[in-house]
């Protein structure tokens, strides 16, 4: 039983604190960053990091998920 108990006290202090505990580390990790760097710089660095991956694997993955899911009509994706 206090094996539950524990459980059931870190899920409920991770659904309370979890995601603004996540935006301070971001934050304060921007914060760092900034020090370091020009804004300009920072966002290049972002551009680099995160965008061109995304729009990479929007491209090339997305194509054939599609096309696989039309062919075998997954209900998800119907047009009815």
Do not use: D
């Not at 539950?4 to 604190?17: H, K, Q």
């Not at 061109?52 to 998920?65: A, D, E, H, R």
């Amino acid at each position: 039983m206090p094996a539950v108990l524990l459980a059931n006290l870190l899920l409920a202090f991770g659904s309370l604190w979890g995601m603004p505990l996540r935006m301070l580390i971001a934050g304060t990790a921007i914060w760092c960053s900034l020090r370091k760097r020009t804004v300009g710089q920072f966002l290049l660095n972002r551009i680099r990091r995160l965008l061109i991956p995304f729009v990479t694997g929007m491209v090339l993955l997305l194509p054939p998920m599609v096309w696989h899911a039309h062919k075998f009509h997954l209900p998800a994706y119907s047009e009815n």
